[in-house]
């Protein structure tokens, strides 16, 4: 029987990626985390396409678009990324690609570069994949949206404390800004847009726990 396709969208540090890969797990699904698209391609914008001023430049980035080979490996249900060969688990989590990925990511023309690719990784079905345009444009016939959000003070308390377990300096002012930016930038951003799909379950989930949020997603989904 064909798994279903799961579409995970919602605000930055909402959980999106932890949850789903604990569903992907349960359910026995691969997980693409479609965050880490965006911010490979910023890293390597920052390494690469700079102009003299240091700033990204856009078109030596779009020149290069056909040096970028991306691919997965298949770890624990998770479809890690690779570009160039490269693993870039590790690299693109540093604060200088969070403070630059919204920025690439309204680009058109990255999100056209990287559309085939996340909706070809769908095409089989048993996937869960999380981002912020999944439901309502990357996969809109996906079988089950779900929309997820919270308040910026808890988001904000989580993601400094993810920060702080993976060994990144930084203060809670900070964590807090960038957060609100990015979720500025990505709801303004003409194409494709952060947005609750018309069919999404939303769940906000300032007052509950991680796994309260995974029990309340799978008593939405049905038995496959
Ligand atoms: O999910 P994560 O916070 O890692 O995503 C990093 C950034 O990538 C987001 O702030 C957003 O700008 C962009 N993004 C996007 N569309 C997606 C996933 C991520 O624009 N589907």
């Not at 003409?190 to 847009?193: A, D, L, M, T």
């Given at each position: 029987m064909r798994k279903p396709v799961i579409a995970m969208d919602g605000y930055s540090s909402t959980g999106k990626s932890s949850i789903s890969k604990i569903i992907a797990k349960k359910l026995d699904l691969v997980h693409l985390d479609t965050g880490s698209l965006y911010r490979a391609i910023t890293y390597y914008a920052l390494k690469n396409c700079l102009d003299n001023d240091g700033k990204i430049d856009l078109n030596k980035l779009y020149a290069d678009f056909h040096l970028l080979k991306i691919t997965f490996k298949i770890q624990e249900h998770e479809l890690k990324l690779y570009l160039n060969g490269e693993n870039m688990s590790q690299k693109i989590r540093q604060l200088k690609v969070n403070n630059h990925v919204s920025f690439i990511a309204k680009q058109p023309e990255i999100r056209e570069f990287l559309l085939n690719l996340q909706r070809n990784t769908a095409v089989n079905g048993g996937i869960i994949m999380d981002g912020r345009d999944i439901g309502a444009?990357?996969?809109?016939?996906?079988?089950y949206k779900f929309f997820l959000t919270a308040s910026i003070e808890e988001r904000t308390k989580r993601r400094f404390r993810e920060l702080q377990g993976m060994g990144i300096e930084t203060d809670e002012k900070t964590v807090g800004e960038n957060l609100i930016k990015r979720d500025k930038i990505d709801s303004e951003r003409?194409?494709?847009?952060l947005r609750q799909a018309k069919d999404a379950v939303l769940i906000d989930n300032t007052l509950i726990s991680k796994e309260e949020t995974i029990d309340l997603i799978l008593s939405k989904i049905r038995k496959f």
């Open positions: 444009f990357v996969l809109p016939d996906a079988d003409e194409v494709s847009p």
